[in-house]
């Protein structure tokens, strides 16, 4: 009796690398808050990313349960781990779901996902693992800016050629159509259009000039005391970024780090999506402080165009950028990134004699921070 039943739990255990683990299959479903994350994944920093599994186990064996482990791994290397477990049904199927933590600025990509089960006796361990290639972007946070009336002066400072796009003159060549905005003449109403669409429709025009708007990015890594300081200036220039989309201006970026890369100003529709997709992989790696940066990128700042400059940098490396774009014939402006100890101290020496210079100098250490001091259009 012994025996036969030695027998038939050595049978048992043997057969069990026939569980079929080895050849699992799976599916993951994205979903944050209500909607689900189909097509094109990009989320906002601080996002909690809903994650859902469904497993299915091939072949007969029986499996008591099955281990899932799952792992999210960022552009820098860092990893967030996952483990659920669950007991297969009569189909050999089943499904876990996890959250994650709210998400940092990044690309993200989702490692095989390993699955295990084990005999009744835990005695030995079956493995097998399927992959399921989804990737992501996480968009660096934003803040809505409804109004910033510095803009349209800065594009008319005294050496701007440009003038804001509504009180540019328009020429013959129509450049698409738009939405009809009531006060429209007849003249403009595209009849072909509103025929096809069944809704009013009016024809665009271009128009001589446009105003120019240069974003510039500091990423001199020794400027920035933590990860936290950085993300504050990247979220900061997305925010001006999408309010000057809105505000139909042409816009450019010089991002400046071990890399420079820039972007010429243009109002295209996927000119922000371009900036975007710059932010999100973005890091602090550059190693020359901004005035040195911007002397070497001088050909990447037009003149006559308006640049605002977020920098966590101050004293006499600011003043000097500030003045050097100046004499560039560009119109400055700059959002300086201060760190949180020192949010309540009050002006130091550099920005007063910035502010006498004439200069706009705004100063933020939180991104709500950042709409009060641009709505309110005077220097803080």
Known sequence: MLFGIFNVLLIYLL????????????ARRLSFGNQAAAGEKVLTAGTRLDVQLSVHIPGFWPAPYVLVRDRIVRQNGTELAFESSFVP???????????TPGLTRGIYRFAPTACSTCDIFGLFEHTGSFESGEAFSVYPQTVPIRHWAQLRHGAKGPYSTSASQRAAKETTQINGVREYIYGDRLSRIHWNATAKTGQWKSKEFERESLPRTMLILDRYGGAYETGEHFELAVSAVASIAQFSFRSSTSIGLLSAGQTKEGMAAKASP???ELMMNHFVRVQPDGAVPIYRTLRQSDAMLPYGSFAVLVTPQGGEETVRTMEWLSKRGIVPLLVHIRSQAS????????????????FSVHSISTLQELPAVLEGGGAS
């Not at 199927?93 to 959250?99: F, K, L």
């Open 270 to 272: 996927d000119q922000l």
């Open 15 to 26: 057969l069990g690398r026939f569980s079929g683990i080895s050849r699992v299959k799976g």
């Open 89 to 99: 049904n009569y189909k050999r199927s089943g499904e876990v779901s996890y959250t």
């Open 343 to 358: 949010a309540g101290r009050a002006q130091d020496d550099w920005q007063r004699l910035l502010r006498k210079g004439g």
